[in-house]
């Protein structure tokens, strides 16, 4: 594909570009060009001429089409009656562009802040630097930092349901292609230019006979892997190391404050353990999921032993160990190294590692060196051997050796320990209700539970977790809902066992509503010795994490937390897990429930109420944020969004879902894990440590004004998507959701039960199915008429419009709210839009939803740009900005074809080429859009 022509540079739509930055973005530019003109001349070896003419004729037209230069109808009968042979390797080339395109911005960003470093400007904000500048600039006291970072932790959470669509192989290749335009960067002549250029051409050849999308739907034991992958891939050289360098940074501050002796930085999965509306998680997937993580931890700590064998070569004769490491030495008799104390105690530690995981492990690594050395119980014993070595080193003079690779050795077993990442389990609260039901009456303990009222459940519940007498034996005649979810809770158990409490540090109940819902979990826990409350010494290695997840849950999940906290057995229970009580928040279905403004909102209220019900109750609270990777469900930048956060709603603890094709954008390859991990960890402290939110004695004001938006946004976001008679048939008809549930892309059903609901629909295919015919309506609808309604026309007009003026310049969370809005508007596209809307054969329904659809979109903008004063929807996205300048264009010819697709396979046409090319489309829409759901 060969790079626009000049002409095609020019501003598109809102977005504005000074010289000054068409100087910044010309090495971008320039890869582009490059990586462009590449891909075109493979298209044209391996499809020919008449593909290749197609595709830049295709191209040329949508950059006519974005400068007004030709209808888009013009473009639409291009490819009115295409052949799919040939529409095929075209949807393939545009894909592949914004692949490459996406590299070519992930490069460029690397490149900015090198410039930025070079340049001596001050660190750039989200970086570390520029939070400790920050934070030495409040002269904070020992006591406050010390309070304020008890139990601290950072935990972005792998989730199991990806959106990410590459398969591994084009994964493994995309990263091949960024190390190579990283090294072209770097290229000192033009033969390494090249030879670098030969290496781009190879690898793009592979990427364009690779196919991008699989025949099969993943299984959750491919997830389970492709979760893990990012460990070898970045983690266990970033997080060790990051983990080090703040404490470091901390200590050194404030000596006496004694912050972060325990890791900040922990990932978490949900990959294996979410079995909410996934019924392929059972008893072996939690053992699959468990085991391949410690399996992953063991294979990562034989491989750095075996490394440090060899550099740890030191002799007896030159250097005077400790008694400590001679004596561990001595564990090993072996004449041949009779003079290297180092590789003689490595060894031992790699033996006694080696029996560790033949007992625990259900395959072994490699590099294992099986000695008959008794096993390490604990992975404190391991650590504590690797500390004797380190204290050896450093007594002779040789402290540049044990910072090197012991040093990160070391804080890899500190975090990632026997277990790897802590397996967190879920499940819907109707379905513990039905099982904890069963258990009763099976038990003889009630008949009829769900019969009972709220406080005649939780009367009983509590009376039951007050006993250590199980409710049922391996015997019991149960049905399979019950048999399976106790085979997982007891498979959870195993793993606490065999790998430590930090193996499942949480049971998240989704839809919890109630007290009860919160203690049926527990007696599931109960039953597998999860939960020993009958004691003095209660017993809860696995918290109880509610998931408050509409917006009335949201309302009242304060409330709940109050009155489960104030049952003295539970409340015990939460002591033992040091006064530690977790709560997840639910950005998907608050959204879908009732739209953008209104569901944040709520959850910043919600936050606001459980930070009190906190302080009244003396617990520490860890919020859990379950964000998806578009903006609709929870996502944006993450520093912008924590620092969002109202004030004591972090306090050391963050808790995030990261899924998708984010977690690939954001933890693919150490740079790029290590400047995502760090922006995490610079809002936590800043949130904590400082006052970000900025409003002062100003709050309760702005939180009244806020109130009546989201009041306002949800009655617009209602009428249209739960009053607008036909609406679900718009939607499914107007969108390809019906067909997301084809694309291969996850192991979870489209939807939570089988049903046609919006209510039932997952979140992920809701947002999906949005993205894909450009209209982004969970990123906004509703905010236009809730603010125009605000305002009004009256006389106090212009003083209410000087209200939220002044709101967005102080306030954090509702300048975050607007930007994350406008970058969601400035990817949707109602002309395309339109043409997903012919879709709809009923031609007044088509108007009745499209039209409100429109007319919302135009009064957001306007309402938007009166209160920001931004003519441009990015002009505080640069890079946003940039990307959509670059690569719109290029989406174009996927939504014409993926329309023409559509309406001929719900004709009948049932050629197989026909349906994947609708879901190459998808494939190519979600790479380009970045954020598929």
Not at 165 to 178: L, P
Not at 445 to 473: C, F, I, M, N
Request: glycine share 6%; hydrophobic share 40%.
């Amino acid at each position: 594909m060969a790079d626009a022509p000049d002409t095609a540079l020019e501003p598109i739509g809102s977005v504005r570009r000074t010289q000054v930055g068409r100087e910044a973005t010309e090495p971008m530019r320039e890869d582009i060009r490059l990586l462009g003109a590449i891909l075109g001349d493979t298209v044209r070896e391996q499809n020919g001429d008449e593909v290749f003419d197609l595709v830049e004729k295709a191209r040329v037209e949508s950059f006519r089409v974005r400068r007004s230069e030709i209808d888009r109808g013009e473009l639409t009968r291009l490819f009115d009656g295409i052949d799919v042979h040939r529409a095929i390797p075209v949807i393939r080339a545009f894909t592949h562009f914004a692949l490459l395109a996406n590299v070519a911005e992930d490069v460029h960003r690397e490149r900015r802040r090198a410039v930025h470093v070079a340049a001596g400007e001050p660190p750039q904000p989200s970086s570390l630097a520029a939070t400790y500048l920050k934070l030495e600039t409040a002269e904070l006291d020992s006591a406050t930092v010390a309070d304020a970072l008890a139990g601290a932790l950072v935990s972005p959470v792998i989730t199991a349901h990806p959106t990410e669509t590459r398969r591994r192989t084009v994964f493994d290749t995309q990263r091949r292609i960024t190390d190579l335009v990283r090294r072209r960067m770097h290229a000192t002549d033009a033969r390494d230019e090249s030879a670098i250029e030969r290496e781009l051409r190879r690898h793009v050849l592979v990427l364009w006979q690779t196919a991008l999308i699989r025949l099969s739907r993943l299984k959750i034991q491919d997830e389970i892997e492709t979760g893990l992958r990012y460990y070898p891939a970045a983690f266990f050289e970033v997080i060790p190391q990051v983990n080090a360098e703040v404490r470091s940074a901390l200590q050194a501050r404030w000596p006496d404050a004694h912050v972060l002796t325990e890791p900040i930085l922990r990932p978490g999965s949900w990959i294996g353990g979410d079995r909410d509306g996934n019924p392929n998680v059972t008893a072996e997937v939690v053992r699959l999921a468990t085991g391949n993580a410690a399996y992953t931890a063991f294979a990562h700590y034989f491989t750095e032993l075996t490394a440090l064998e060899q550099e740890l070569s030191m002799s007896a004769r030159l250097v005077a160990v400790s008694d400590d490491l001679a004596a561990l030495a001595d564990t090993r008799d072996e004449p041949v190294r009779a003079d290297e104390p180092y590789r003689r105690a490595l060894r031992a530690i790699h033996g006694r590692l080696t029996a560790t995981a033949q007992a625990i492990l259900d395959r072994q690594p490699e590099r294992e060196l099986d000695l008959g050395a008794p096993r390490y119980e604990t992975p404190g014993e391991f650590q504590a051997d690797l500390d004797v070595v380190d204290a050896s080193l450093r007594a002779h003079g040789s402290a540049v050796l044990a910072d090197d690779r012991l040093a990160r050795l070391r804080e890899a077993v500190h975090v990632f320990g026997f277990h790897l990442s802590g397996l967190d389990m879920r499940q819907n609260s109707d379905v513990h209700e039905e099982v904890v039901a069963e258990l009763l009456a099976w038990a003889g303990v009630h008949p009829d539970y769900r019969s009972l009222s709220e406080s005649d459940r939780v009367e009983l519940l509590v009376a039951e977790l007050g006993t250590r007498r199980p409710l049922v034996g391996e015997s019991a005649d149960l049905s399979d809902l019950a048999r399976k979810e106790l085979d997982i809770v007891r498979a959870a158990a195993r793993a606490v066992h065999v790998f430590g409490p930090q193996a499942v540090p949480n049971y998240v109940i989704s839809m919890c509503e109630s007290v009860s819902d919160m203690l049926e979990a527990a007696i599931l826990l109960k039953e597998a010795g999860l939960i020993d409350a009958a004691g003095e010494r209660p017993y809860a290695p696995v918290g109880i994490v509610p998931l408050f997840e509409t917006i009335d849950d949201l309302q009242r999940g304060s409330s709940i937390l109050e009155a489960v906290l104030d049952i003295p057995l539970y409340r015990a229970l939460v002591a033992a897990r040091g006064e530690q009580q977790e709560v997840m928040l639910g950005y998907s279905d608050s959204n879908k429930d009732g739209g953008y403004l209104a569901a944040n909102w709520a959850l910043y209220r919600a936050e606001l109420d459980l930070v009190e019900s906190a302080r009244k109750t003396g617990i520490r609270l860890r919020l859990f944020h379950g964000r998806g990777g578009t903006v609709g469900r929870g996502g944006g930048p993450s520093y912008d969004a924590i620092l969002a956060q109202p004030p004591g709603a972090v306090k050391g603890s963050l808790r995030l879902t990261e899924q998708g094709e984010i977690i690939a954008a954001k933890y693919a390859e150490p740079r790029l894990a290590q400047r995502n991990l760090e922006t995490l960890l610079a809002a936590t402290l800043e949130s904590t440590l400082l006052d970000v939110e900025g409003l002062g004695d100003a709050a309760e004001p702005a939180y009244e004004v806020l109130d009546d938006l989201a009041a306002r946004a949800q009655r617009a976001y209602g009428h249209l998507v739960h009053d607008t008679e036909g609406f679900v048939d718009y939607f499914k008809a107007s969108t390809p959701v019906s067909e997301i549930g084809d694309l291969n892309i996850g192991s979870r059903p489209t939807s939570r039960k089988p049903t046609t609901s919006i209510s039932d629909l997952r979140a992920i295919p809701w947002v999906l199915a949005w993205s894909q015919c450009r209209v982004m309506l969970p990123g906004w609808y509703g905010t236009g008429t809730a603010v125009e309604e605000w305002i009004g026309s009256g006389d106090d007009a212009e003083e209410r419009l000087a209200v939220l003026r002044d709101l967005y310049r102080k306030w954090p969370f509702f300048r975050t709210v607007l930007s994350n809005m406008a970058q969601v508007m400035a990817k949707a596209d109602m002309g395309l839009a339109a043409r997903y809307s012919e879709l709809v054969d009923d031609e007044a329904l088509r108007h009745r939803v499209f039209d409100q659809i429109v007319a919302e979109y135009d009064r957001t903008i306007r309402m938007y740009q009166q209160i920001t004063g931004h003519d441009d929807l990015l002009a505080d996205n640069p890079a946003l900005a940039r990307s959509v300048f670059n690569r719109f264009p290029y989406l174009e010819p996927l939504n014409h074809l993926q329309v023409e697709l559509l309406r001929r396979y719900r004709a009948g046409d049932a050629e197989e080429l026909v349906q994947r090319g609708i879901l190459l489309t998808m494939s190519g829409l979600a790479t380009a859009l970045r954020n598929s759901g």
